[in-house]
C-alpha cells in the first residue's frame, strides 16, 4: 500500500485516492493538493499525468488531461452526479440525456484534451456506451420506470479508477483465454477479476431497488368495492321505480352501508367508486348493461406520470433529510445569530474548494451596533450589574445561495429595480458578502475575464451605519488580489464619494460617460446619471 507524499498517510482505493508523480512516482492524496482539488473538482477524477511541487520546474503543482475513453467519461460522471448531486437523481437514477448528457456538454473542456472536437452524433455514442457496458457497469431504470432513459452505476461505491483497471485486466485476459483457446464467459473473467481487485466486501454490493421500487405497485381492487358496486339488473330495476315516482325525490342506487363497513374500503379503490357513483348519478337515462360491465372489467386507476426534472447539473440542490433532522435539533438563538460555517465552497469557475471564510474581524465597531449598545446601556439602566452581551464578529465570506434573496433585495432599494445577481453564483470566487450574524451588511462582486485584460467590478456597497469603518476598503482590496495580472474597470457616479476611496487603490479616470445611467434610474431621480469611466491598470 503507497503513502502519501505529503501527509504519509496510505493512500485507499474508492476511499482516499491519491495522484502518481509522473516524475518521483510518489503518490499524493487529491485533499493534500495544494489547490484543494483537482482540475474541474470532479468526484473521483484521478485521470491526469500530475507533477508534484518538488519534481515541477516552475514549483507548482502541474496537470495533464489524461486521453478519456467514453466508458471513462461515462463512469466519472455518473460517479460524481451519485456523490454531489444526488438530489438529481430519480430513485438513484440519472437521464442519459438530461443529466449525463448535459453535464458532459458543460464540462467538455473539462473531461477531454483540447484536441478532441465535439461531434454532432456524440450524444447517441453517450446511449451506445450505456447500453453496451449494462452487463458490467452500468444498471437500467427500465424495470423501475418503464422507461429506457434511466442510469445509474451498477456498483455506485466503485471509484472510476478501479472500474478502468478492472475494464483494462478484463480486456487483457480476454485476449489471453482467445490466445489459449480456452472457453470462459466475460461475466466469469469479470466477477473474478472484481473480487480479486476489491477486498471490501461493502463495495461490491450492486445498485438494489427496493420493493416498492423494483415492483410498482398496481392497486388492487377490494372485495368490499364489490359489494358496493349494485348489479345491472338491480340499476334498471331501480331506474323503472325512480320513473314511476316524482323526479324531485331522488333515490340513492347504492346500499345503506354503516361507518366501519366504509372505513374498510381502501384508498385505492376511492377512484373507482367515486368515478361509478358520479357517472351513476349523474346520468337521467339507465346504463346499459354492457356498458356497466365493461367499466368492471376494463376499468384501471391510472397513476400519474412523473414529468421528467430538468435540473441543471451546476445547481446542487439540498434534499437531504440530514440537514432538516439536524435544523431541527438547532436552538433559536443559533438559527437566527448564526454559528459558525466549517464545510468547503465548490466553485463552479475554478473547481478550486474554497475557504468557508475569507476573514473574521472581531474588532471593528460600526456606528450602528454603537448606537445599539447605547440603547440597551439606557435601557437597563437601573440594573446596576447589566453588562453588554459579547459582541459578534464581521465575516467575510463567499456568495453562496442563501446570500441572493437579501442581496438582490438591497440593490433593488438603494441602486435601482430589476437586479438579480444570482449569475454571480457561477463566480464565487470573484465575490466578497459581509456579514454580522445573519444580517448582510456590505457586498461586493467583479465579473471577471469581460475581455481577455479586463475584469469589471460590478457592485461595491456597505449598509448605511456600517461605513466609514473599513468594510468597502477590505472588500475592494480582496477583489483585486482576486484578479491579480489582469486592469479592472468600472463605473461610479459623478456625485459619489465612493471615487476617493478607488483612487488611494490606484484607479484612474479615463472618460466620463454622458447619461449612464438614464436606462436604468427612472425618470424622476434627482441624482447624477453621469458617470466616471474608471481603471486600474496592471
Not at 519534481?55 to 478519456?68: A, G
Not at 368490499?224 to 331501480?238: F, G, Y
Not at 476611496?501 to 484607479?507: I, R, V
Request: hydrophobic share 35%; with cysteine.
Amino acid at each position: 500500500m503507497e503513502n502519501c507524499k505529503y501527509c504519509r498517510a496510505n493512500i485507499e482505493d474508492c476511499v482516499d485516492e491519491g495522484l502518481k508523480c509522473s516524475m518521483c512516482q510518489s503518490h499524493v492524496h487529491i485533499r493534500c493538493l495544494n489547490r484543494g482539488a483537482v482540475p474541474g473538482g470532479l468526484n473521483g477524477d484521478i485521470f491526469f499525468t500530475f507533477t508534484c511541487q518538488e519534481c515541477s520546474d516552475s514549483k507548482t503543482e502541474t496537470f495533464v488531461r489524461d486521453k478519456l475513453s467514453w466508458l471513462q467519461v461515462i463512469v466519472l460522471v455518473l460517479y460524481h452526479l451519485n456523490t454531489k448531486s444526488p438530489g438529481l437523481a430519480r430513485k438513484g437514477f440519472f437521464h442519459w440525456r438530461f443529466h449525463i448528457a448535459t453535464f458532459i456538454d458543460k464540462n467538455w473542456e473539462i473531461l477531454f484534451t483540447k484536441y478532441v472536437k465535439k461531434k454532432k452524433s456524440w450524444t447517441g455514442t453517450v446511449a451506445g456506451t450505456l447500453s453496451h457496458f449494462s452487463v458490467y457497469f452500468f444498471l437500467s431504470g427500465t424495470s423501475v420506470f418503464k422507461e429506457q432513459a434511466w442510469w445509474t452505476l451498477k456498483y455506485p461505491k466503485i471509484s472510476p479508477f478501479l472500474i478502468t483497471k478492472i475494464y483494462n485486466a478484463l480486456m487483457a485476459e480476454k485476449v489471453k483465454s482467445k490466445a489459449d483457446k480456452q472457453i470462459i464467459s466475460d461475466i466469469e473473467i469479470f466477477n473474478r477479476l472484481l473480487k480479486a481487485n476489491v477486498s471490501d466486501e461493502e463495495m461490491l454490493k450492486p445498485f438494489i431497488l427496493s420493493e416498492t421500487e423494483s415492483t410498482p405497485s398496481t392497486p388492487e381492487i377490494s372485495s368490499d368495492v364489490i359489494d358496493i358496486l349494485p348489479s345491472p339488473s338491480q340499476i334498471r330495476k331501480n331506474t323503472k321505480e325512480k320513473d314511476n315516482k316524482d323526479l324531485t325525490k331522488r333515490k340513492s342506487i347504492l346500499p345503506t352501508m354503516d361507518n366501519k363497513k366504509l372505513l374498510k374500503i381502501s384508498s385505492s379503490s376511492d377512484s373507482l367508486s367515486d368515478d361509478f357513483t358520479a357517472r351513476c348519478l349523474n346520468q337521467s337515462e339507465p346504463l346499459e348493461e354492457q356498458q356497466l360491465e365493461n367499466i368492471l372489467k376494463h376499468r384501471k386507476l391510472e397513476e400519474k406520470k412523473e414529468t421528467v426534472k430538468l435540473l441543471d447539473p451546476y445547481c446542487h440542490f439540498n434534499t437531504s433529510l440530514n440537514n432538516i433532522s439536524r435544523m431541527k435539533g438547532v436552538s433559536m438563538k443559533i438559527k437566527l445569530l448564526g454559528g459558525i460555517r466549517k464545510d468547503l465552497i465548490l466553485s463552479p469557475y475554478s473547481g478550486i474548494y474554497l475557504k468557508p471564510y475569507i476573514r473574521r474581524d472581531a474588532e471593528c465597531f460600526p456606528h450602528w451596533l454603537k448606537i445599539m449598545a447605547e440603547i440597551q446601556l439606557v435601557t437597563n439602566k437601573s440594573n446596576p450589574k447589566y453588562t453588554l452581551p459579547a459582541r459578534g464578529p464581521l465575516d467575510y465570506t463567499y456568495v453562496q445561495p442563501e446570500h441572493i434573496p437579501a442581496i438582490n433585495c438591497l440593490c433593488n432599494q438603494f441602486f435601482w429595480p430589476g437586479i438579480d445577481l444570482t449569475e454571480s453564483l457561477q463566480y464565487p470566487d470573484f465575490s466578497c458578502v459581509v456579514m454580522y450574524r445573519k444580517l448582510i451588511v456590505g457586498f461586493a462582486f467583479l465579473v471577471p475575464n469581460v475581455s481577455h485584460t479586463e475584469s469589471y467590478l460590478s457592485f461595491i456597497f456597505t449598509r448605511p451605519g456600517w461605513r466609514n469603518v473599513g468594510i468597502a476598503k477590505f472588500m475592494l482590496y480582496h477583489l483585486i488580489q482576486t484578479s491579480l495580472g489582469k486592469d479592472i474597470i468600472l463605473h461610479v457616479s459623478i456625485n459619489n464619494p465612493a471615487l476617493f476611496l478607488y483612487q488611494k487603490f490606484g484607479f484612474k479616470v479615463e472618460k466620463v460617460v454622458l447619461d449612464f445611467y438614464d436606462k436604468y434610474f427612472r425618470d424622476n431621480i434627482k441624482e447624477s446619471k453621469n458617470a466616471f469611466y474608471c481603471r486600474l491598470e496592471r
